[in-house]
């Protein structure tokens, strides 16, 4: 009995640990990424309907900037969050724009089912280059860039973007929640 606690303590402090060195070298990512404090750089894509958006539309307001993709379930995971945010703060000079590195076909009828309410424009393959461009290196999805209304990108994510996360880098450039 007496080693079965043991164990089961050595276990949670091995998961414990592992999780705060989770949450420590996603943090230092965020802020060790070379393109913090670089101008965004300049595209335009079509999005779902073939119209040519380009990021310049959205200069004067604080942008998420999304790459994502339909066959990436941690990507599908935080768009309904996105959704929520983008309901309950877009007046408040914010805007999600999603660049979706996929067919278009599938962007469009995944769009249409969980009702999509911010701008998604297909990138396809040229969206990884594009994505490099925005910092990521690597090439993981979802990958996500914070656009101050200057124009100079403030924050990048790698991987799933949890809604509080969201809502903390939100309210840290002045959206009221």
Same mark, same amino acid.
């Not at 009995?1 to 949670?12: E, S």
């Not at 101008?39 to 200069?59: H, L, V």
């Not at 993709?69 to 929520?84: D, L, Q």
């Not at 309410?117 to 994505?131: C, I, K, R």
């Given at each position: 009995?007496?080693?079965?606690?043991? +164990?089961?303590?050595?276990?949670?402090?091995?998961?414990?640990?592992?999780?705060?060195?989770?949450?420590?070298?996603?943090?230092?990512?965020?802020?060790?990424? &070379?393109?913090?404090?670089?101008?965004? &750089?300049? +595209?335009?894509?079509?999005?779902?309907?073939?119209? /040519?958006?380009?990021?310049?539309?959205?200069?004067?307001?604080?942008?998420?900037? *999304?790459?994502?993709?339909?066959?990436?379930?941690?990507?599908?995971?935080?768009?309904?969050?996105?959704?929520?945010?983008?309901?309950?703060?877009?007046?408040? *000079? +914010? #805007?999600?724009?999603?660049?979706?590195?996929?067919?278009?076909?599938?962007?469009?009828? /995944?769009?249409? #089912?969980?009702?999509?309410?911010?701008?998604?424009?297909?990138? #396809?393959?040229?969206?990884?280059?594009?994505?490099?461009?925005?910092?990521?290196?690597?090439?993981?999805?979802?990958?996500?860039?914070?656009?101050?209304?200057?124009?100079?990108?403030?924050?990048?994510?790698?991987?799933?973007?949890?809604?509080?996360?969201?809502?903390?880098?939100?309210?840290?450039?002045?959206?009221?929640?």
């Amino acid at each position: 009995m007496k080693k079965t606690i043991i +164990f089961i303590l050595l276990l949670v402090l091995a998961g414990g640990s592992g999780f705060a060195m989770h949450r420590y070298l996603n943090q230092q990512k965020d802020s060790a990424n &070379p393109i913090i404090g670089q101008p965004r &750089p300049e +595209f335009a894509a079509p999005d779902a309907d073939g119209d /040519y958006q380009n990021i310049k539309q959205w200069d004067g307001k604080l942008v998420l900037l *999304n790459f994502w993709a339909t066959w990436c379930p941690p990507c599908k995971h935080e768009i309904p969050a996105f959704i929520e945010l983008q309901q309950a703060y877009g007046e408040q *000079n +914010f #805007q999600i724009v999603g660049l979706a590195i996929d067919d278009e076909d599938a962007v469009k009828e /995944y769009a249409e #089912q969980i009702g999509l309410n911010y701008p998604t424009m297909v990138v #396809q393959q040229a969206g990884v280059e594009l994505a490099s461009r925005y910092g990521n290196t690597t090439g993981a999805l979802p990958y996500t860039v914070i656009i101050s209304p200057d124009g100079k990108i403030s924050h990048t994510i790698t991987g799933e973007l949890s809604k509080k996360r969201a809502m903390e880098i939100l309210e840290a450039h002045g959206i009221n929640l």
